[in-house]
Every structure is written in C-alpha cells, then in structure tokens.
C-alpha cells in the first residue's frame, strides 16, 4: 500500500465550481500535513499547512481527519488559474522528510 | 522569501555520461537537503536526504553508488548521475530547510539521456 495516496483525476470543472479533493495516508504516526500545487514541468509550492482544526486561505479550504487517516482539500469559486496538480504530502514530524502522493489533476474550463 | 536555486535546469547528454546536478540555498543555511526524482505523470519519489557534513540517508531502491550526493556546506548539495541511461531521464528537483523550518524546492532539472 503506498504512504500517501490520492484520486490521480483528472477533475474538469467549470469556472465558479466548487471542487474537493480527499488523500489518504496510511501511517498513522504522521504529524504534519501539506498540500501543494503543481504546474507542469514545475517545482511544486506550498498551498497550505494542515491543521488539526482545519483551516482556511481565502478560496481553499484543508480538513484533516486523524481517525480516518484522510486530508481534504476544498476550491471554492474555481478560477481558471487554479488549473494545476494538487500533491498532498505528509511527515511523521515537522523535520522529518516529506512523503507526496501521485497528486490530482484539476482542469478548469471557461 | 526563502531561495533555493537548481543548476542545470535542463540537460541533454549521451548514455554513459555521469552528470552533476547542484542546489544552493541562496540566503539560509540549508542544514539538510532532499533530493526528489518524478517520472511524467508521477509523484515526487524521495531519493535521499542529505544533512550537511554527513554522509547521505538513500531510500530503499535507490543505488548509493549510482547517485552520488554530496551536502560539502550549507549552502551547496550536489547530485551526481553516474553512468546514466536513458531510463534515468527524469526531472530531478532539491529541497532545502534549515533546521525545523519548512522546505524550499529549487526549480528542478530536467534530464535527458539520448
């Protein structure tokens, strides 16, 4: 089973959707929780953090559910420029290595 | 913000060839650095993890004597593909962190063997 997996899409939504995506972990240890974004042949950056209590930056909201071992990641108001791979990442702690999933293709249509 | 920069950004070489792969971290001290291989259409595959003045940690599949890496400073880790074939064509990306803060990927190397 691999660490960190995810949905690998592609997701084609219109513009203005609202689009969600889940990724799953399986070591139950892991204590800090990512998701980035990548455009193609592109080093990925930081979307966000996530925290325990689930947080928010502007459109994109993260989950984290521990029981489940599930992190989500939530687009509102999808705009074109939002079309990327979304990688959800994982670590056993704040400095340790960190472990990507296959990422989830997102394309946003006109 | 934090700087990391990758050099090559892009290579093309006969099979056979070894070829080096740098990253700096521009304004920190980057105490440990990771280096990433992703085939298209995959995921950022861990191939080590390098902290300065010591001797690499190497992912399980990953030939040591293969990929050579090197953290001499904070600042500079190196990447050398020895002997490399066409199935080691692939985009190479480093990170850096200094001590527990986040990581900084460099802007990756794309790597074509003919």
């Known amino acids: 089973r691999k660490e960190v997996e995810q949905d690998p899409g592609p997701f084609n939504v219109p513009e203005g959707a609202t689009v969600a995506f889940n990724c799953t972990y399986s070591?139950?240890?892991?204590?800090?929780f990512f998701w980035y974004r990548q455009d193609c042949r592109k080093e990925p950056k930081l979307l966000m953090s996530?925290?325990?209590s689930g947080n928010e930056d502007g459109r994109f909201t993260a989950q984290l559910n521990r029981a489940s071992q599930y992190i989500s990641l939530l687009i509102r108001d999808s705009k074109l420029s939002d079309s990327a791979t979304y990688l959800c990442?994982?670590?056993?702690?704040?400095?340790?290595?960190?472990?990507f999933g296959s990422g989830t293709r997102l394309s946003i249509r006109p | 913000g934090a700087v990391v920069s990758q050099h090559p950004s892009w290579v093309i070489c006969k099979s056979g060839t070894s070829v080096k792969i740098e990253c700096r971290s521009l304004?920190?001290?980057?105490?440990?650095m990771f280096w990433y291989r992703q085939f298209p259409k995959q995921s950022l595959m861990l191939m080590a993890t390098?902290?300065?003045?010591?001797?690499?940690?190497?992912e399980q599949g990953v030939e040591k004597d293969k990929f050579l890496i090197n953290h001499a400073s904070l600042t500079l880790s190196t990447l050398t593909v020895t002997s490399a074939h066409p199935e080691d064509s692939s985009f190479y990306i480093c990170?850096?962190?200094?001590?527990?803060?986040?990581?900084?990927f460099g802007d990756g190397t794309r790597l074509s063997i003919l």
């Open positions: 390098s902290n300065e003045g010591s001797k690499a940690t190497y």
């Open positions: 996530v925290y325990s």
């Open positions: 990170s850096a962190r200094e001590a527990a803060q986040p990581q900084h």
């Open positions: 070591n139950s240890a892991s204590q800090s």
């Open positions: 304004d920190f001290q980057a105490t440990t």
């Open positions: 990442a994982v670590a056993l702690r704040s400095a340790s290595k960190i472990i």
